[in-house]
């Protein structure tokens, strides 16, 4: 300990920081010695953590590095784009102690949409609860806060006549039978995108479903499409290939052929079944937003006003194997999911077909107990 020249007392503690585990040393000051030794005392009980507690804006960066490592990369962009348009503006300048349930509160009320309020909860609880495994916070403001509930918007079914007006629209293209692909199989777009003509067996009648498009919005546009696994393990799967997909597919096969034969290449089993029509990326995958264009102009050729979306052919799909009562598991399978009650909750919609279903079932069995 030393005097210093203004008359106050100086002295150090060196400790560890919670966020690095870099050792920093601490200067503490007082008018007195006892000042000083109490003021050290407190610094070492700590460790220091209230002097090196970081800012929401210091946390949420080394949060998104752990997850990094458990999510996949467009999870992380997903993340990011959150953060950056409602949560960061308010809580970026706050120390991790000094976040209260106001805050939060605040952070929600500028958020329009009741999903994307659900959402933004669910990261800064997540940030917050990471805060307090690591002892950073002595207990998580999130828990004074009720959780935003948004009910999920009800999808819409493709009908039988838009399918068929699509179809029309993209006759004689290699987006003809992308629809069709989705509509009879149900498969995700980043899954259509990585599809491989090795992945298809035309003798055993399946598509194997083995890998996805990635998407790191936040990489150099060189690297920000990738190949990877499906969304989860269960992704994984075969999938029945029907007869008119598989007819369909044999003759974008040839064509596919005759179009390499004519840029002097031999289409290999490992060539993509859907290609860029790009110059610049000939023969590459095409990008799942690409699909997403595409089919809101062709809706729009086909003259469809409903406000069905690509994603509305995988809730057709699945709820059509419902109306045809094939068991919950088997659709389960079917759609890639980890849990049967989620795919029934989120991708199964009550129809018509379904109310009749049942009403013919429970005529039936009213008869028999008549009868007896």
Same mark, same amino acid.
């Given at each position: 300990?030393?005097?210093?020249?203004?008359?106050?007392?100086?002295?150090?503690?060196?400790?560890?920081?919670?966020?690095?585990?870099?050792?920093?040393?601490?200067?503490?000051?007082?008018?007195?010695?006892?000042?000083?030794?109490?003021?050290?005392?407190?610094?070492?009980?700590?460790?220091?953590?209230?002097?090196?507690?970081?800012?929401?804006?210091?946390?949420? =960066?080394?949060?998104? =590095?752990?997850?990094?490592?458990?999510?996949?990369?467009?999870?992380?962009?997903?993340?990011?784009?959150?953060?950056?348009?409602?949560?960061?503006?308010?809580?970026?300048?706050?120390?991790?102690?000094?976040?209260?349930?106001?805050?939060?509160?605040?952070?929600?009320? =500028?958020?329009?949409? /009741?999903?994307?309020?659900?959402?933004?909860?669910?990261?800064?609880?997540?940030?917050?609860?990471?805060?307090?495994?690591?002892?950073?916070?002595?207990?998580?403001?999130?828990?004074?806060?009720?959780?935003?509930?948004?009910?999920?918007?009800?999808?819409?079914?493709?009908?039988?006549?838009?399918?068929?007006?699509?179809?029309?629209?993209?006759?004689?293209?290699?987006?003809?039978?992308?629809?069709?692909?989705?509509?009879?199989?149900?498969?995700?777009?980043?899954?259509?995108?990585?599809?491989?003509?090795?992945?298809?067996?035309?003798?055993?009648?399946?598509?194997?479903?083995?890998?996805?498009?990635?998407?790191?919005?936040?990489?150099?546009?060189?690297?920000?499409?990738? !190949?990877?696994?499906?969304?989860?393990?269960?992704?994984?799967?075969? *999938? %029945?290939?029907?007869?008119?997909?598989?007819?369909?597919?044999?003759?974008? /096969?040839?064509?596919?052929?005759?179009?390499?034969?004519?840029?002097?290449? !031999?289409?290999?089993?490992?060539?993509?079944?859907?290609?860029?029509?790009?110059?610049?990326?000939?023969? =590459?995958?095409?990008?799942?937003?690409? *699909?997403?264009?595409?089919?809101?102009?062709?809706?729009?050729?086909?003259?469809?006003?409903?406000?069905?979306?690509?994603?509305?052919?995988?809730?057709?799909?699945?709820?059509?194997?419902?109306?045809?009562?094939?068991?919950?598991? %088997?659709?389960? %399978?079917?759609?890639?999911?980890?849990?049967?009650?989620?795919?029934?909750?989120?991708?199964?919609?009550?129809?018509?077909?379904?109310?009749?279903? *049942? %009403?013919?079932?429970?005529?039936?069995?009213?008869?028999?107990?008549?009868? /007896?």
């Amino acid at each position: 300990m030393k005097k210093r020249k203004d008359g106050r007392y100086q002295s150090s503690v060196t400790i560890t920081d919670p966020l690095t585990n870099e050792k920093k040393r601490i200067y503490v000051y007082g008018r007195t010695e006892s000042e000083v030794i109490r003021e050290l005392n407190r610094v070492k009980l700590n460790n220091g953590k209230e002097l090196l507690m970081p800012t929401f804006k210091e946390w949420k =960066n080394e949060w998104l =590095n752990i997850k990094s490592e458990e999510v996949y990369n467009s999870t992380i962009s997903s993340y990011k784009d959150s953060l950056r348009l409602h949560i960061s503006p308010i809580l970026d300048k706050y120390k991790l102690k000094d976040i209260t349930p106001s805050l939060i509160r605040t952070v929600l009320r =500028n958020i329009p949409t /009741q999903r994307t309020k659900e959402y933004c909860y669910i990261i800064i609880n997540a940030i917050l609860n990471q805060a307090l495994r690591e002892d950073l916070i002595d207990k998580n403001p999130c828990i004074n806060v009720k959780k935003p509930k948004s009910k999920p918007k009800e999808a819409s079914i493709i009908t039988n006549e838009e399918f068929n007006m699509l179809l029309n629209s993209a006759k004689n293209t290699q987006f003809e039978i992308i629809l069709r692909l989705a509509f009879d199989t149900g498969m995700r777009r980043s899954e259509i995108c990585a599809l491989r003509w090795e992945d298809i067996d035309f003798n055993k009648n399946i598509i194997h479903v083995r890998h996805a498009i990635k998407i790191d919005r936040y990489a150099p546009i060189e690297t920000r499409f990738s !190949i990877g696994e499906p969304k989860t393990d269960y992704g994984i799967r075969d *999938i %029945a290939l029907t007869g008119i997909l598989k007819l369909n597919l044999q003759k974008h /096969q040839i064509r596919q052929k005759e179009f390499f034969k004519n840029k002097n290449r !031999i289409l290999s089993l490992k060539d993509f079944v859907f290609m860029s029509q790009h110059h610049s990326r000939l023969g =590459n995958f095409i990008q799942p937003d690409n *699909i997403t264009h595409e089919f809101v102009k062709l809706k729009r050729k086909a003259g469809i006003k409903s406000d069905i979306t690509f994603k509305s052919f995988r809730h057709t799909c699945l709820t059509s194997l419902a109306e045809a009562n094939i068991p919950a598991k %088997a659709i389960q %399978a079917h759609a890639g999911h980890a849990n049967a009650s989620f795919t029934l909750n989120r991708y199964v919609h009550k129809t018509e077909q379904m109310t009749k279903s *049942i %009403a013919e079932y429970l005529n039936e069995r009213n008869k028999k107990l008549t009868s /007896q």
